[in-house]
């Protein structure tokens, strides 16, 4: 039986593994193992990993080489430095056919480096995507280089990765997995802890990004200007593990304790989803609101470049980082003309069978032979 070592580092990749993880352990065509690791294990970002590990124990390890005060890009070039060394010292010990990876950051080029080293075939999910506004753009791209196998989330992005010069038989188009749980989840939050989310809120998500004109510091503040005179609650989730996320975290966390109608949560986990189907509005440069946010046909405004390139539904509001613009787009989106203007939109990276065309694309990969690429030049 094959072997594949699941790697998940952060609240967005655990997203799309945590499905394909759930169906591999019930198929039972694989032996399957989940390395959890990155933030997941600081208490700032929620400490998931008391979750992740109540649910796959024993079929977990941990990776530990992020501190909580890691913040600058120094700190985070030291923890890749050590990541790299733990996370070759687990690959070596189980010596999986197969490392498992998703997404595009920073976090999960030493795992895609410690595989191509170990000769190891690397399966990475969301390659050919394009966020020109952020640094995981080039990540994103060097993992592409180094993975064996390409699940890609839309047909576009397998164009990308083919003019990337990646082999045509490398890659399937499978959607994204995390959007099963979104489609197939029917037990949906009604409250959590002190917050009701059958009453009226925007939900907000900011990442540092690092490309803009304004400084990480301005972001925030021009954000926080934009809300002030918000009719609606606020429900504020804590920003990624990325260099200068403190200056969010603390700004926000300080933002929320400026009224009883503005709530801040480090990290809601797998009930974000919650949180996303109940909202008036979603705000900030989060991913979740270019992949997830049609699913619930909610309005999103997303603010700046950090999302520039993605593919988007109609439901996105795209705005620069200035007041009148974000209170514009807060009109607009929670009009009822709007709302009602994206009452049938699909999701772009919906696939039904995504499960199963994860699992066949794996199983076609017969030999490491098969690890030896070809670049083509077209």
Known sequence: MKKIDFVTLSRSDFATIEPIFDYFLERGNFKVKLIAGGSHLIERYGKSITYIKNKYDPKIETLD??????????????????????????????????????????EILPVAVSSFFLRIPLVH??????????????????????????????????????????????????????????????????????FNLEEDFALLTIHPSHLEELSISDQVDTVVESLKDLSLKLVITGP????????????????????????????LGSNYYSFLKEAKILIGNSSSGIWESSSFKIPTINIGSRQEGRIRSKNVIDVDYNVSEIKRALSKGLSLKFRQ??????????????????????????????????????
């Open 240 to 267: 990624n593990p990325d260099a200068d996320s403190e200056i969010i975290f603390k700004k926000l966390k300080n933002f929320s304790k400026t009224s009883k109608n503005i709530f801040f949560f480090e990290n």
């Open 65 to 106: 080489f992020l501190n909580n005060n890691d913040d600058s890009h120094t700190d985070l070039l030291r923890a890749f430095s050590k990541e790299i060394t733990s996370i070759e010292k687990l690959i070596s010990k189980s010596n999986p056919d197969f490392i498992f990876i998703v997404g595009d950051r920073w």
């Open 341 to 378: 203007s994206i009452k049938y939109i699909k999701n772009p990276y919906f696939k039904k069978n995504s499960l199963e065309l994860i699992e066949n694309k794996i199983l076609e990969f017969q030999s490491r032979d098969q690890i030896i690429k070809k670049t083509i030049f077209k």
């Open 125 to 194: 999910h969301s390659g050919g995507d394009v966020t020109q506004g952020s640094f995981d753009n080039q990540i994103r791209y060097a993992v592409s280089n180094l993975a064996n196998i390409h699940l890609v989330a839309h047909s576009e992005h397998e164009k990308r990765l083919i003019k990337h010069g990646e082999e045509k038989s490398r890659i399937k188009v499978v959607g994204e997995p995390a959007l099963l749980k979104v489609h197939d989840h029917n037990k949906f939050l009604k409250k959590y802890k002190n």
